[in-house]
């Protein structure tokens, strides 16, 4: 690029500053986009261009989001940090003090990978929306930011693009959505289609080419007529339609199974007025105009959505036989709607914009960082943030804003907790209702409460969706059960030491004790058993924290020492039973005491048809009955080695199995299978997809359970999980 494109894209942003912020320092500016031109001079961009160029484009865009004078000047010095030798101070003295914590922000979150680990990506999560809870104008800038490098991803390799437009798609379009910055989103959502779908990306990009006058008559039939009517009752309006977004139209596609030309809600239609009353009047006259379709109304402006989207949303269909949607909003509902808490700078002053209750959901998704774990904070941020939400009310017409699946429990802490620690039941509808109940758009509840009631119960964290209650119900245990969570807390620990065949007097060693409770990040053992009491932590996590370290010292022990029993030095898949008692789970009739394995090729749980075949060297294998390396056991030649084995089962034990499971592509499906997971409170071991020709996936999920009757609850809540068609038991 040469110089004259420097130009264009100065003068660019130049005149956006200019329209959304007349009165802009425009000196300080070009001090600023000369400061970041000059550290970024040796620096070029993917396609050979002048590295400014981007720093100038994300400025223009954060300008257009109509964002205030600190944020112009943050994008554009916002890779000084992690790209130059400028620092911190050096901004500061420049630029000032919150300057410089923006670009500082930025460069935080820049350095976030949310494609690596699993666990890595969690904890990123977290920092981007600590960040977010300080000054919302950092997470607005790195928008901007991935809105540039995603127009310009054509410059990057295959690789590349796959990993950046996954990780738009998992983290940066739902923000988008949960700041209500709807335009951003779709053109995140939609280029990054383009690379991790192109056949289906063009596809419908042909289509739309192909039918485009087609398109735009019947728009502008539909426009013209609205248009008419509203002018001729005096309703000042403009009117004007589009086609749905290409992301929205491929999701249409693979949730109905349609082909493009099969598809006919692709129009939408914008009616912006004035005022409230004059939306609630359009919407009259456009139902007067056009069929109604039952069941398709929503209204928006007397319940917001919680990122503050507001409108009256209606399908119709017209004389053509075709659905449309048509939105009514007024013109600041408008610009919230395109650009969402950015644009409570146009209409709010004050340090970071917009009021306290904007953003008091980004408070709530923070209130657990003290109980939870990163893995914890990502499954209520998947609830909290991702899903739709339900309307609800108080007797006395109050709105409060849910979860979709929530409970009365969860309404009870959303209105306080000293609501949801006195319940002792509810009220939906005027009519008594179980506390696991799911509240329905427009359900009045009443919570019952006592000052006897003798507080929450530990079973309401399993029933309650929402990431406040639980957190609430938590600090209740916290506070008042410390001796209840100690002992809760201490058997489970013990029972998940003895299940992973560690020995309970480690905990005591005098040489081993202060190493594990640093690894734990406790100071003495009862504080930890209490943390798993009221459940801030899991057993599982905490054994599995300090077994590799127990392993080594029982390992450093024992390392002169000759085996007294070989047998029992074998791997942990290989259990030693003594079948008579059936100690461990299973008998195996006619053989007094002998070594057992579950056979990995069908893993095997209470509840199932069972058969032993006796290995060379490594005892019993126990095999499912219909396992297809079980079939062959009426041949003579090894009739003689597959025995009769049963179940005698320890309460608790807990046994591996695996499923396998059917899916149709979508995004965020792996997440919703974990979610799934996690929900059903069973210890995952691994959990792992793939995507097959055809718009198809498979999932593997090796879990624990304690009997078929929980391996089949399970399964049901996975088959419950939209675009799971199909699973069966996993043979390897």
């Known amino acids: 690029m040469n110089m004259e494109t420097f130009e264009q894209h100065y003068t660019a942003m130049r005149q956006t500053i200019e329209k959304h912020m007349p009165n802009a320092d425009m000196a300080l500016i070009d001090q600023a986009v000369e400061y970041a031109n000059v550290k970024h001079q040796f620096q070029k961009r993917k396609d050979g261009s002048p590295y400014i160029i981007h720093p100038l484009a994300v400025a223009e865009i954060v300008a257009e989001m109509g964002l205030d004078m600190d944020a112009i000047l943050g994008a554009l010095l916002h890779d000084c940090i992690e790209d130059t030798d400028a620092s911190h101070e050096d901004i500061e003295k420049l630029f000032g003090t919150t300057v410089a914590e923006l670009v500082e922000g930025v460069t935080k979150l820049t350095r976030a990978n949310f494609s690596t680990s699993e666990q890595a990506q969690m904890e990123n999560l977290r920092k981007m929306f600590m960040a977010m809870s300080k000054d919302i104008r950092v997470v607005l800038i790195k928008i901007a930011d991935r809105l540039h490098n995603m127009r310009t991803m054509q410059y990057q390799t295959p690789e590349k693009q796959t990993k950046k437009c996954r990780e738009t798609m998992d983290v940066y379009a739902p923000l988008a959505h949960r700041l209500g910055m709807q335009k951003i989103k779709w053109e995140l959502e939609d280029t990054a289609l383009r690379y991790l779908a192109p056949a289906e990306y063009n596809e419908i990009t042909s289509y739309l080419l192909a039918h485009k006058d087609q398109d735009e008559s019947f728009m502008r039939t539909i426009q013209e007529k609205i248009t008419q009517r509203l002018t001729a009752m005096g309703i000042q309006n403009t009117t004007y339609g589009r086609i749905k977004h290409v992301y929205s139209i ?31 009047n359009v919407l009259g006259h456009v139902h007067d105009l056009f069929n109604l379709v039952p069941g398709r109304f929503k209204d928006y402006i007397s319940t917001p959505k919680p990122n503050m989207y507001q409108s009256l949303h209606t399908t119709v269909i017209g004389s053509q036989g075709i659905p449309f949607e048509v939105q009514i909003r007024t013109w600041q509902m408008h610009e919230t709607a395109e650009y969402g808490v950015a644009a409570h700078w146009k209409y709010k002053q004050g340090s970071g914009g917009g009021t306290e209750k904007d953003f008091e959901w980004v408070r709530r998704l923070l209130e657990s960082q003290q109980d939870s774990d990163a893995e914890e904070f990502v499954q209520s941020l998947k609830i909290d943030m991702f899903d739709d939400e339900v309307f609800v009310y108080t007797p006395k017409g109050r709105i409060v804003s849910l979860p979709a699946g929530s409970t009365p429990i969860d309404f009870a802490y959303a209105i306080h907790s000293g609501v949801g620690n006195a319940m002792i039941g509810a009220k939906i509808n005027n009519r008594i209702a179980n506390i696991d109940t799911k509240l329905k758009n427009g359900d009045i509840v009443e919570i019952l409460t006592s000052k006897s009631a003798k507080g929450p119960s530990r079973d309401w964290l399993n029933i309650c969706m929402s990431n406040q209650a639980r957190t609430k119900i938590k600090q209740w245990f916290k506070k008042e059960k410390r001796e209840e969570n100690i002992v809760h807390g201490r058997a489970s620990f013990e029972s998940e030491m003895k299940r992973s065949s560690l020995p309970l007097s480690a905990l005591s060693d005098p040489e081993l004790e202060p190493q594990l409770l640093r690894k734990l990040s406790f100071d003495n053992w009862d504080d930890m058993y209490a943390a798993i009491g009221y459940g801030g932590l899991t057993a599982t996590k905490a054994v599995g924290r300090i077994r590799d370290d127990i392993a080594k010292a029982i390992k450093a022990q024992t390392a002169e020492k000759i085996p007294q029993n070989p047998l029992r030095m074998k791997p942990d898949s290989e259990l030693v039973l003594r079948n008579r008692h059936g100690v461990n789970g299973v008998i195996v009739e ?35 009955a219909d396992c297809p390396n079980a079939q062959n056991r009426e041949d003579p030649r090894q009739a003689a080695r597959w025995v009769r084995v049963r179940w005698s089962v320890e309460e608790d034990q ?54 078929v009757a929980e391996l089949e609850s399970v399964r049901k809540k996975l088959l419950n999980i939209r675009d799971v068609i199909g699973s069966r038991r996993g043979q390897n």
């Open 590 to 624: 006619d053989i007094d005491s002998c070594m057992i394995k579950f056979a990995k090729c069908c893993t095997p749980v209470p509840g199932d048809p069972i058969v032993g075949f006796i290995t060379k060297g490594f005892g019993v294998s126990i095999h499912r």
């Open 250 to 280: 491929y999701r249409k596609m693979q949730s109905q199974g349609k082909t493009m030309g099969e598809l006919y809600d692709i129009y939408a239609f914008r009616v912006i007025v004035n005022s409230i009353p004059d939306c609630y």
């Open 654 to 707: 807990p046994f591996d199995t695996t499923l396998e499971l059917d899916c149709i592509t979508r995004d965020g499906l792996l997440l919703d299978v974990a979610t799934v997971m996690s929900t059903a409170r069973v210890r995952v071991k691994e959990l792992n997809g793939k995507d097959l020709p055809g718009g198809r996936s498979t999932f593997t999920v090796r879990f624990e359970v304690k009997n």
